[in-house]
């Protein structure tokens, strides 16, 4: 089966596990404050941003079992923020970013690009308790052992080295330090011109100052140097 005969889930990922280049190198996953328009006061907006070292294709993030969990929670329990005015509020189309979306502060999940203007953006069946049509970014806390936010149109890549996963929006703002969040995974990607096949990268990234709580789950920040090659 070729790279692009999605739709795509988990275990048809793990059909195309063949060997790639280790070119374009994953190098990790950061946390960055977005200045959302519109944004509610007393709010903060986040985006999650994965970093190579030169052009990839970013094909897919979330679990893949026996390469990585995804594991979602805010720092002290908050409901993430979406625009409830919105048409779409608690629908997928409100929580993965497929335009238009209500308000430029919305809270989703992507595989997208810096200066993000919209692209095809699907999950796995199941994917962390939505029927697929139902919000699946509600809450304060997801995890998932095995699927995937995904490229829906791969006849229209996705590729860059600073690329979006998700953007988030937490009430409380950058007043209260607590008032963040922790999101672990993997993400898939391909060298470009690389053919079939795909790289597994695990990463970590939080930023909660809560030296208790992240010891409690064992984690150290970023790992996302870490690369695991499917083949």
Request: hydrophobic share 40%; proline share 6%; no cysteine.
């Amino acid at each position: 089966m070729r790279k692009n005969a999605f739709p795509i889930t988990a275990g048809v990922l793990g059909s195309l596990a063949l060997a790639v280049s280790a070119s374009g190198q994953f190098i990790n996953v950061t946390i960055e404050d977005y200045a959302a328009a519109g944004q509610p006061a007393g709010s903060v907006t986040y985006r999650v941003v994965a970093h190579w070292a030169s052009d990839a294709v970013f094909l897919a993030w979330g679990a893949i079992p026996g390469d990585g969990e995804l594991i979602f929670f805010t720092g002290n329990g908050v409901n993430l923020m979406n625009d409830d005015g919105s048409p779409f509020f608690g629908s997928k189309q409100e929580d993965f970013a497929q335009f238009p979306i209500a308000s430029d502060w919305d809270s989703w999940l992507t595989v997208g690009k810096t200066g993000f203007a919209g692209n095809n953006t699907d999950y796995s069946t199941d994917f962390i308790g939505s029927d697929g049509k139902n919000a699946a970014v509600v809450g304060n806390a997801f995890s998932e052992t095995d699927g995937l936010v995904f490229n829906s149109n791969p006849g229209n890549e996705v590729i860059g080295t600073d690329l979006v996963l998700a953007q988030f929006t937490i009430p409380g703002g950058k007043g209260n330090p607590h008032n963040g969040f922790h999101l672990e995974g993997i993400v898939a990607w391909n060298p470009v011109g690389a053919g079939p096949g795909f790289n597994v990268s695990p990463f970590s990234v939080d930023n909660i100052p809560a030296p208790g709580a992240l010891a409690l789950l064992g984690l150290a920040g970023l790992a996302g140097a870490r690369r695991r090659r499917r083949g």
